[in-house]
């Protein structure tokens, strides 16, 4: 999810080093409205995602199955 998502122009909030890894991935679109995107994808793709302090926050390691993942980063795409 994280290299697919700064593959594509995304910036990574949450910790991605070290000690300091977090499950919960945050990320940033300067390109994208983030309400529009949540929308998009929990109607569209049935992907749990959700905005947060302005930040846009995806729980890869439980709420999602890796194909809502795959379809998360072609829905980010298009």
């Known amino acids: ?6 593959e594509h122009g995304f910036t ?3 910790p991605r ?3 300091q ?3 919960i991935v945050s990320f940033l679109s300067k390109r994208y409205d983030h309400a ?7 109607v569209e793709h049935n992907t ?3 905005l947060r302090e302005g930040r846009l926050r995806v729980s890869a390691h ?3 199955t890796d194909r ?10 298009g």
């Open 36 to 42: 529009e995107i949540v929308k998009r994808l929990r």
């Open 12 to 14: 990574i909030v949450s």
């Open 21 to 23: 890894w977090s499950g």
């Open 68 to 77: 809502q993942i795959d379809d998360l980063l072609g829905a980010l795409r």
């Open 48 to 50: 749990e995602i959700a």
């Open 17 to 19: 080093a070290g000690e």
């Open 1 to 6: 999810l994280v290299s697919g998502l700064v």
């Open 62 to 64: 439980f709420y999602n």
